[in-house]
């Protein structure tokens, strides 16, 4: 039993040494010799704002720094129920809990206190000793030359690191932080932008969105799912950028918002006094609506990380069907524990934090490594690194808002409903299948088939979001404004590279067609009947002239006709000399009969160059 002891005793000491170990790491975590080591530079600019900027300046940052490590019990604190005030002359000073102090920032609790207070310590200790490696046994000679190297950031060469997507583990090596609300807009503005890139990729490239959804259709975590999760994973896949740009507009009015209550009260704020309230109302609006769009991303990247190939490995077969699991591997694959943690909307790191790391890993890796990451899922953890990075600047501003400040007023953007999964022409999109060695024809008429599908899907979705939000009192002008700030206003550029992709294929079974002419459904049918065989075409009737006029015109003729004849001139404009094909109009019966068809059909083939493969549908732009 005496021996027992000793062994609990002991097991117990090395216990408390190691957990004293991990205290001090989890004090300055960004003091890592991997990250120094990659960048020399950065401890050098840890000295120089250091030295040039009060501890007061820098405790906001550092509290924060601790937020994680102090709420998970990974560092060893002292309790005292007194608060601690952290701004002005009275800085270090005990007080009574205050819930205004504490949400405005000008207190803190006493255990997150010292640990702020231990961790800058241990810093100056760590910065005095590179100090004196420095300096050695020489006198200082001035600092014109290092402040020449700080403005150059002490001659970084631009790498690799530069493309990243967020500097939150470089946070530490900058100055301290300032809240730059024009910052944070563009960013916004950007990001606005790329979603609307993404939505009209959505909505106009069939091909995009078969190969995203066959290959979220074969991945582990959707293939053992019910019929109906299937549907909606797929469906939310394909409508995410919708929601982003649904939600961004409204974050970016509540930045502009914070901009002008900025510039108006910038005289009136004061750490450790309260803003007013208009100011706070803005910051208080600007917040929720962040946290609620990094709920939304957040959500969104359990499915796009479960398609990802590179990925799977995270997920494993279980009763239940499909579920996330964190990698047990040899080698610590820090890319994967990132994105596991990310994905989970109750994970304790903070998301800043989680991006840093993701980033930091993004920009060592090279080929394979960084293409573990596809476009979709980059784009999304650039916005979750934009709000994450927003929130961040917000948390760290003083004074704080309080959180449980009364908002007045309607927000328009705010909880809209999910599309629901009964759009059955999702499944009629899915189900246009493509054989391996289909015909150039063959190919035509499926991706023809495919983009009706998709703008039938488009379409279905614009009628459900006006539903909705006519069921949630929205007049029509409200309506119609949202509808179109969702909607692809121009399809040129696609149609363009439609008929070219057409015009590819085409050539290849008809080395003669040098053009595709764009023509109605009605125009089409005619020249098909105009080219095709009589005995081998089903339609065998005689045809109105006016319908012959129409689809000659349709094709990009115009007409001559000299008065007392019946002999009509049919030319086209960009073919001087030969574009001019004269048609007699029947007569005493004005109708086209297959013969005479047959006999327009050589004469145009002759004159204009026409040919069957050359008619093409007029891609339609679906109504919003």
């Known amino acids: 039993m005496g021996s027992a002891r000793t062994d609990l005793s002991a097991q117990k000491q090395e216990d408390v040494a190691t957990w004293k170990r991990n205290h001090e790491s989890w004090l300055l975590p960004y003091l890592d010799i991997d990250g120094l080591s990659r960048n020399p530079s950065r401890l050098l600019l840890l000295l120089h704002y250091r030295t040039n900027h009060t501890l007061q300046d820098w405790f906001a940052h550092d509290c924060h720094h601790l937020k994680c490590a102090f709420s998970e019990g990974l560092l060893v604190i002292a309790y005292n129920p007194h608060c601690v005030v952290v701004h002005g002359d009275r800085d270090g000073d005990l007080r009574e809990w ?160 914070v901009s002008l209550a900025v510039e108006k009260f910038s005289e009136d704020i004061e750490h450790g006094r309260c803003a007013p309230p208009q100011y706070q109302q803005a910051f208080h609006l600007f917040q929720k609506s962040l946290e609620s769009l990094l709920l939304d991303l957040v959500l969104g990247m359990h499915a796009l990380v479960g398609i990802q190939p590179a990925f799977e490995h995270l997920y494993c077969e279980c009763g239940l069907g499909v579920c996330p699991h964190a990698p047990v591997t040899a ?199 105009m080219f095709t065989p009589t005995a081998t075409h089903k339609k065998t009737a005689s045809i109105p002239w006016d319908d012959l006029v129409i689809a000659l015109v349709d094709a990009g003729c115009t007409i001559e006709q000299k008065s007392g004849g019946s002999a009509v001139n049919f030319i086209l404009p960009d073919r001087a000399g030969v574009g001019r094909v004269s048609i007699h109009r029947p007569h005493p019966d004005s109708r086209v009969n297959p013969i005479f068809l047959k006999d327009c059909a050589r004469k145009v083939e002759k004159y204009f160059g026409w040919r069957r493969e050359g008619f093409v549908e007029r891609v339609r732009t679906p109504a919003g």
């Open 331 to 529: 080698e610590p694959d820090l890319l994967s524990w990132g994105l596991c943690e990310l994905s989970d909307e109750l994970t304790p790191w903070h998301h800043d934090f989680l991006i840093g790391c993701i980033s930091d890993v993004l920009a060592r890796a090279e080929g394979k490594q960084r293409d573990r990451v596809d476009n979709h899922l980059y784009a999304h953890l650039q916005d979750i690194a934009m709000v994450s990075e927003a929130l961040t600047s917000l948390e760290l501003h003083r004074p704080c808002v309080a959180p449980d400040l009364k908002v007045c007023g309607c927000r328009i953007n705010e909880s809209l409903p999910e599309c629901p999964a009964e759009f059955s022409s999702l499944d009629k999109f899915l189900k246009i299948s493509s054989a391996p060695s289909e015909s150039p024809k063959d190919t035509i008429k499926r991706y023809r088939a495919e983009q009706a599908a998709l703008n039938d899907f488009w379409r279905d979705i614009y009628k459900f979001k006006d539903t909705e939000l006519r069921n949630m009192g929205f007049h029509i002008a409200m309506r119609l404004r949202y509808l179109q700030a969702i909607t692809v206003h121009s399809r040129g550029g696609f149609t363009e590279a439609l008929e070219r992709r057409i015009l590819a294929f085409t050539a290849t079974a008809d080395p003669k067609v040098t053009e595709l002419i764009p023509v109605s459904p009605t125009s089409l049918d005619l020249f098909h009947r």
């Open 98 to 257: 205050e819930s205004v102090g504490a949400h405005r920032g000008d207190i803190v609790g006493f255990p997150r206190a010292m640990a702020t207070f231990e961790a800058q310590g241990r810093l100056a200790v760590v910065l005095k000793t590179v100090l004196d490696l420095l300096h050695g046994n020489e006198a200082p000679l001035g600092n014109d030359y290092w402040l020449l190297l700080v403005s150059r950031n002490f001659a970084k060469p631009p790498g690799p690191e530069d493309d990243v997507l967020s500097d939150a583990l470089g946070r530490p090596f900058c100055a301290p932080h300032k809240l730059d609300i024009g910052r944070i807009t563009r960013k916004l503005r950007a990001r606005l932008d790329a979603a609307s890139h993404a939505l009209f990729i959505m909505q106009t490239d069939p091909e995009h969105v078969r190969t995203l959804l066959t290959r979220a259709r074969s991945c582990l975590w959707l293939r053992n799912q019910s019929p109906l999760t299937l549907r909606e994973e797929l469906l939310r896949i394909v409508i995410g950028p919708m929601v982003r740009l649904e939600r961004l507009p409204g974050s970016l009015t509540d930045a502009l918002h």
